[in-house]
């Protein structure tokens, strides 16, 4: 059941603002007959657009040019309102949203991010996302400027790049379409932490870099050769599911021992109070491990151990430079990471040992969402290899047109459609990785405002 009433514009009207919008990125402030020459819109239908745009906010009145011509008032300009959101990522994680916004110029309007109990429904989960953006861009200025919405949420994505990895997905990329007025991408939300600490936060420069981010799932995100890898069905970075004992507890995903099981803050948590450590949650469990309580120094050790020897054969496979650890686990320190790093030293070929550094994330819980921003603005050399973003959506005024939810076949069975169009037997979709068109890409700005790199566990002297 919908919550909301979704504003209704009308697919060609949405179109001619999306040009005038994109004008106006492009070419800076412009009057209107440019614009109308630019656009090739009616001067009746300019002015529509332009009203609709400017009641909005997304345009404003520019400066007039300072020197005048001839007898007439110099011609009104109209530009991008500074204060309107440019892109919007928005990270879904199992238990809290995070926002991040950019503006015209991409710099980094504001971040927030709020907790939630886990299994909030989707429509709540999208509210409070909108609210956390009202609170970053004031009301209603964000509204039909937007560039884009890059969207994280947990798990792999089967679909090619429209969200439909089933039915509920579907049915949020629409629901955010409406709510946000942009295109809406989506992708697994921890590679977009990955993509965030490889643009700005602790990897940034590094062209190979493998990202762990250790939470409520743990997951992670592999940049190989300056590029942000997404993998086969969406599956790259799924480092918790490596299994890391083959008599361990059933994971979620229908194995057993997967990583996740062992070293997410759940599982953490439940094997310190089986050992007899009092606590129930994290900050209990911060303060016995500053307090060298020795159940808890005794378990991470353990944990730490499991995490390195993954991320040694991951180190093995892929050959990362730099190695990233994030999440609320690694933020218990050394006693957890010190473990780690001792772990990778020893399953590090010889050859690489002594290169490979670790290092803890920089950007904190909103890497995510800043991830989300980068992937919207598309501009990022990272996202070089992905697949290009489908064409603007129609808004519709119903319920999405979401694909058959075929589960029979699991996952990969998920239509998706769009792209492929072979008509073959197989609904798997074609994924459209050859066809990377070269386009112009803007670096991306530093952002002023975020934490500096934190210190580098070093690089190793020879043994
Ligand atoms: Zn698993």
């Given at each position: 059941m919908r919550q909301f009433t979704p504003e209704v514009v009308l697919p060609a009207r949405r179109g001619h603002e999306q040009a005038v919008l994109g004008l106006l990125r492009a070419y800076g402030p412009l009057n209107r007959g440019e614009l109308s020459r630019r656009c090739g819109l009616s001067r009746t239908t300019l002015h529509d657009t332009l009203s609709g745009l400017l009641a909005a906010g997304a345009v404003v009145t520019a400066t007039p040019d300072e020197a005048p011509r001839g007898r007439g008032r110099p011609a009104e300009r109209l530009a991008l309102n500074p204060a309107a959101g440019q892109a919007l990522g928005i990270d879904f994680s199992r238990r809290a949203v995070y926002v991040a916004a950019v503006g015209v110029t991409y710099e980094i309007v504001g971040t927030a991010g709020e907790a939630h109990a886990p299994g909030l429904p989707w429509p709540d989960r999208v509210a409070l996302a909108e609210r956390l953006v009202r609170g970053l861009l004031g009301g209603g200025l964000w509204r039909r400027a937007l560039k884009g919405v890059g969207v994280g949420v947990v798990g792999p994505l089967t679909g090619a790049w429209d969200g439909s990895r089933d039915g509920a997905l579907s049915g949020v990329a629409a629901l955010l379409g409406e709510r946000f007025g942009g295109p809406v991408l989506l992708d697994n939300n921890t590679r977009l932490a990955a993509l965030a600490e490889s643009t700005w936060g602790a990897a940034a420069g590094d062209q190979d870099a493998l990202y762990l981010r250790l939470s409520y799932g743990v997951g992670g995100g592999v940049v190989a050769g300056g590029v942000l890898h997404r993998g086969a069905d969406g599956?790259?970075?799924?480092?918790?599911?490596?299994?890391?004992?083959?008599?361990g507890r059933p994971c979620e995903?229908?194995?057993?021992?997967?990583?996740e099981t062992v070293a997410s803050i759940r599982a953490v948590l439940d094997a310190y109070r089986a050992r007899g450590g009092q606590g129930d949650d994290l900050p209990a469990l911060k303060a016995a491990v500053e307090a060298r309580d020795p159940i808890a120094l005794g378990l991470l050790s353990e944990v730490g151990g499991q995490i390195g020897r993954v991320l040694a054969a991951l180190s093995n496979a892929i050959g990362p430079r730099v190695i990233v650890v994030g999440g609320e686990?690694?933020?218990?320190?050394?006693?957890?990471l010190e473990p780690v790093r001792k772990a990778l030293d020893a399953g590090a070929v010889p050859i690489s040992r002594h290169r490979l550094t670790l290092r803890r994330a920089a950007l904190g819980g909103v890497a995510g969402a800043l991830g989300g921003v980068a992937l919207a603005l598309g501009?990022?050399?990272?996202?070089?290899?992905?697949p290009a973003p489908e064409p603007e959506p129609e808004p519709e005024?119903?319920?999405?047109?979401?694909?058959?939810?075929?589960?029979a076949g699991g996952p990969a069975d998920s239509p998706v459609g769009?792209?492929?169009?072979?008509?073959?037997?197989?609904?798997?979709p074609a994924v459209g990785w050859g066809a990377a068109q070269a386009r112009p890409r803007r670096p991306l700005t530093p952002l002023p405002s975020l934490p500096t790199l934190p210190v580098s566990r070093g690089r190793r002297a020879a043994s």
């Open positions: 599956v790259s970075g799924e480092i918790g599911h490596v299994p890391v004992d083959p008599a995903c229908g194995g057993t021992g997967c990583l686990l690694a933020e218990l320190g050394a006693p957890l501009e990022s050399p990272l996202l070089s290899r992905y005024p119903g319920p999405a047109a979401s694909p058959a939810d075929s589960r769009r792209r492929g169009g072979r008509g073959g037997p197989s609904p798997r």
